[in-house]
């Protein structure tokens, strides 16, 4: 089970963390996405659990920072110099393997989070 919080309405330039818990911390491979009304679900950014492998959409590299804490089993994504653009509802999700890139199908992803609003405006 993967429960996400943190969203909320920022201004543009502002920051927001999400967190994702999850129930069965294994070394799997966890990624953010989001999925703007009208638009495609995209991931932003993955990261292994229990490794330090990540990696970033172009859009967000360099603003946006994918960490975990195993003691806490959570996943975290630190968003900064947030953009109108960024406004969407962000899932976290589970893939099937340990290693996973922004480019992994959505179908290889079995566990999905009820997801987080963020609006930047």
């Known amino acids: 089970q993967l429960v996400e919080s943190g969203g909320g309405s920022v201004q543009a330039g502002g920051s927001l963390t999400l967190s994702c818990v999850v129930s069965?911390?294994?070394?799997?491979?966890m990624a953010w996405f989001r999925q703007a009304p009208g638009k495609e679900r995209e991931a932003v950014a993955t990261v292994s659990l229990g490794g330090s492998r990540t990696d970033y959409a172009a859009s967000v590299k360099g603003r946006f920072t994918v960490s975990q804490d195993a003691t806490r089993k959570t996943v975290y994504l630190q968003m900064n110099s947030l953009k109108p653009e960024d406004t969407a509802m962000y899932y976290c999700?589970?893939?099937?393997?340990?290693?996973?890139?922004?480019?992994?199908?959505?179908?290889?992803?079995?566990?999905w989070g009820q997801g987080t609003q963020v609006t930047v405006s």
């Open positions: 069965l911390y294994i070394n799997t491979c």
């Open positions: 999700a589970k893939h099937t393997e340990q290693f996973c890139g922004v480019f992994s199908p959505a179908s290889e992803y079995n566990n």
